[in-house]
């Protein structure tokens, strides 16, 4: 029999790479080598135990990548658990993981089992794992090392079985250093670390996700449009996206939401500021910054924002604060270009205040 040549087995593992990426990974769009590199690292590990920290910027698509890796695990049929850990505050954090027992404290009436104990056998997915406090960090990290939690107000360990994923935007390393986040429990963590690149430095794939985006909208919302014309394709590819694929997929939406005619133009696109913001920096891996006017320019001034219309009939205060709330909320979101964070740095709050009153408004 003859030898199998080398480029066989390149064919071959090419085609089970793409049969595996079929079954486990058909929500993530993209061909650029970050990607691939990405996903062919998620096939190996899949099948293991071994923690994965996936790190990248806002809107990158970290969940999708989690939810392949367990898709395409053992523990398939199991619970994919996930839980952002910004949005909880940090009193809560305790119980809302690790679970509380019947009277652990004022208010527990009944008995809770935390989110560790509902992804048993499966997979836990820790999303802004960076935003975890010291304190918790601390109890995370037995979980890790012994396999066991102790719901508050009990003195018994109750062992699991989970798989845990974490994500961050942030620079764990950079924490490490400065005393915000363990180190023991990094290298937990990152046992197998996974990068994904910003939008803006896989330009290859941006119509790719904005054509899949647009057919999804398409169905969900029942609106006849075609594609994109000449002028939308090269806005798209011009504008830098500081939102990543998440402010990608939520302008497209917008636009097929709101489109008049079968082709979306760059007018229905309604990208913010010029086609590549100030904001970003020139080149092929370029930093986010805030670029300072010219010095010869006179500062613009702040314009402040509307007041809430209000006439004889609607003079309730607390109406209006929250309407101006919202505009304002609005607004920083926008100028974020849909990244929370910014936008409550905008807006003078913590992400996690920010986090819940969407919470509130969107309720």
Known sequence: MARESHCDRAVMMMTDFASWRAQYASEIVGESPQVIEALETIQHVANSDCSILITGETGSGKELFARAAHRASSRRSRAFIAVNCAAIPDSLLETELFGHLKGAFTGATNARPGRFMTAHEGTIFLDEIGDLPLS????????????????????TDIPVDVRIIAATHRNLEEM????????????????????????????????????????????????????????ARSALCAYAWPGNVRELAHMIERSVLLAKKARLGEADLQLPGAKKPKFMASGTNPEIRIVAPPAAAAAPQPTAPSAPVLDDTSLDLRTALENLERTLIDRALTKAGGNR????????LNRTTLVEKLRKYAA
């Open 136 to 155: 918790a960090q601390a109890k995370l990290l037995r979980v890790l090392e012994e396999r066991v939690v102790s719901p508050v107000g009990s003195d």
């Open 341 to 348: 964070t910014e936008a409550a740095a905008l807006l003078g």
């Open 176 to 231: 490490v250093a400065q005393g915000k986040f363990r180190a023991d429990l990094y290298f937990r963590l990152a046992v197998v670390p996974i990068h994904l690149p910003a939008l803006r430095e896989r330009p290859e794939d941006v119509l790719r996700i904005a054509e899949v985006c647009l057919a999804r909208s398409r169905e969900r919302l029942g609106r006849n449009v075609e594609g994109f014309d000449a002028s």
